[in-house]
C-alpha cells in the first residue's frame, strides 16, 4: 500500500485517478484506519488531503460559508460566525465521537463514509448544503443529497474528491436544529436522527423548510412532504402532527438490535417535531 500527500486538489485527483486498483481519500482516517485495521478493506494507494491549503479551512464568503474538506469538526465549532448562522449544522458535526475523534474528523469523511446514520448529513442536507467536488474531468458542484446512493456507495466516480462543502447564507429569520437518538449519552451511532432548516415570513409563518432524517433507510432521507406540513404554518400542534406524520410515512428503516422499525419510525416523527420546535424558536418565532 503506497501512501501520498499532495499539496494541491489538483495532484490528489490525478493521483486518485490513475491508480490501478483501490485508491482512497485520507480525510481524519476515524472511519478509513478503523475499516483497514479491521482488514475490510485493502486500498492500493491512500492519498491524504490535509496538507492541501483549499482544503484546510472555514472562510465566509459573499454567498454563505465554504467548508474545506480537510477542516476537523472540532474547529467548525470555534467559528463564531459559522456556529451563529448554522448552530445545527455544527451542533451535528460536533456530536461526533468523542473530543480525540472531534480533532481528527471532517464532515465530508463523515458524508463519504456513506453510513445511513451519520450525524453530519441531516443536518447538512436540511441546510441546503452542496458538496464541491473536483476530479479528472473538472469541477462540479452537487447537492449533499445527492452525494450518497447507498451504505456505503457514493456518486463519486474514479478519481473525484470533494474539495469543500458549502453552506448558503441564511436568510433572514431562519433558524436551523439537528437532534439524534441514542441509547446512551454519547459516543453512540444515531438510532435515529432528524435536521429540520426553516425561514419565517411576517408574523411568524414558516415560509420555507427543509427537513431531513436520518437513520430510516438506506441514504439519509430529505422529506419534502414534511416541509411542506409546516410552510404556511405557526408551527401550532397540528402542523407539527402532519410534521410528523409526514415523516413517519417516508421511513424505510430496518430492524435491527438498536431499534425496531416500530421505535424508529415513531421517534423519527418525535424528533423532527422537537427539531421543528428548535429550528422556529432560533428563527425568532414564538
Ligand atoms: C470512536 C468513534 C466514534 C464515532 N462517533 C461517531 C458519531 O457519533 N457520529 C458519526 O456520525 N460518526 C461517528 N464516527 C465515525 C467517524 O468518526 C465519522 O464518520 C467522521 O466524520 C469521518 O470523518 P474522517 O475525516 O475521519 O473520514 P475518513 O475516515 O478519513 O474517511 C471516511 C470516508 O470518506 C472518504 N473521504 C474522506 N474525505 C474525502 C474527500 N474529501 N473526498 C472524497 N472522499 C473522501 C474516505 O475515502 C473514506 O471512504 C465515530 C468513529 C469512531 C472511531
Redesign the pocket.
Known amino acids: 500500500m503506497r501512501y501520498a500527500a499532495p499539496k494541491t486538489i489538483k495532484e490528489a485527483a490525478g493521483l486518485l485517478a490513475k491508480t490501478k486498483g483501490q485508491a ?11 475499516r483497514l485495521k479491521g482488514g475490510m478493506i485493502e486500498p492500493d494507494l491512500l492519498v491524504d ?1 490535509k496538507r492541501i491549503p483549499s ?1 484546510q479551512s472555514v472562510t465566509r464568503t459573499a454567498a454563505g460559508f465554504r467548508i474545506g ?1 480537510a477542516v476537523p ?1 472540532v474547529a467548525m465549532g470555534e467559528n463564531a460566525a459559522l456556529k451563529k448562522a448554522w448552530p445545527g449544522v455544527v451542533e451535528a458535526a460536533n ?4 473530543d480525540q ?1 472531534q480533532g ?7 458524508l ?2 456513506a ?1 445511513p ?4 448529513v441531516p443536518a447538512l442536507v436540511a441546510a441546503g448544503a452542496k458538496a464541491a467536488v473536483v476530479g479528472p474531468k473538472g469541477r462540479r458542484t452537487i447537492a449533499v443529497e445527492d452525494v450518497v446512493t447507498g451504505p456505503g456507495k457514493t456518486s ?1 466516480k474514479k478519481g ?4 469543500a462543502i458549502t453552506l448558503p447564507k441564511p436568510p433572514p429569520k431562519s433558524g436551523d436544529a439537528y437532534l439524534r437518538f441514542i441509547p446512551r449519552t454519547e ?4 438510532v435515529v436522527s432528524a435536521g429540520v432548516c426553516l425561514t419565517l415570513g411576517p408574523k411568524g409563518v414558516i415560509k420555507k423548510a427543509r427537513v431531513a432524517l436520518g437513520a430510516v433507510g438506506p441514504t439519509v432521507l430529505l422529506v419534502p412532504d414534511a416541509a411542506d406540513a409546516i410552510v404556511g404554518s405557526k408551527l401550532d400542534d397540528a402542523a407539527l402532527a402532519n410534521l410528523a406524520a409526514a415523516c413517519e410515512a417516508a421511513c424505510k428503516p430496518i430492524d435491527d438490535k438498536r431499534g425496531t422499525i416500530e421505535f424508529r419510525t415513531e421517534v423519527a416523527g418525535v424528533l423532527a417535531r422537537r427539531a421543528a420546535a428548535i429550528a422556529y424558536q432560533r428563527a425568532g418565532g414564538a
Open positions: 482512497l481519500v485520507l480525510a481524519g482516517g476515524t472511519d478509513l484506519l478503523v488531503v482544503m474538506a469538526c456530536l461526533i465521537g468523542s475523534i481528527r474528523c471532517t464532515v465530508v469523511g463523515n463519504c463514509n453510513s446514520a451519520a450525524d453530519s463519486l473525484e474528491v470533494i474539495e459516543m453512540d451511532i444515531a
